[in-house]
């Protein structure tokens, strides 16, 4: 296992490990240093990889703003339908787009 990518976001580390079956993105607290935290997705190629990182920590900044957590590899909030985050990096949404989603649950689940 090699670090191949590491970025901070959010008082967390995410890291692209490189394995014998392809690349993993992760989440480490940085708490505890020594570990690379929780597999979120994985991907073949580095690019990829990378790519889905820099996507993922913009995604978790705006979705913690709304309440949600991150428990494994979905994103959760009381009341509300989880979300996994493999499927939320594959889709091609942009920050701007997951906020107006966002927006809408929050005043479907307040009505």
């Known amino acids: 296992m090699t670090v191949k990518y590491r970025i901070p976001c959010s008082e967390s580390d995410i890291f692209v490990l490189e394995k014998e079956d392809g690349f993993h993105l992760t989440i480490g607290s940085r708490v505890n240093p020594l570990s690379f935290g929780n597999k979120l997705a994985e991907y073949v190629s580095l690019g990829r990889a990378v790519d889905a990182a820099e996507k993922f920590c913009k995604v978790y900044t705006l979705i ?40 809408k649950n929050a005043l479907l689940h307040e009505a």
């Open 64 to 103: 913690k703003e709304y309440g949600y957590h991150l428990e494994s590899s979905n994103f959760q909030k009381d009341g509300m339908q989880s979300i996994p985050v493999p499927e939320l990096l594959d889709k091609d949404i942009s920050v701007e787009d997951m906020r107006d989603m966002l927006d």
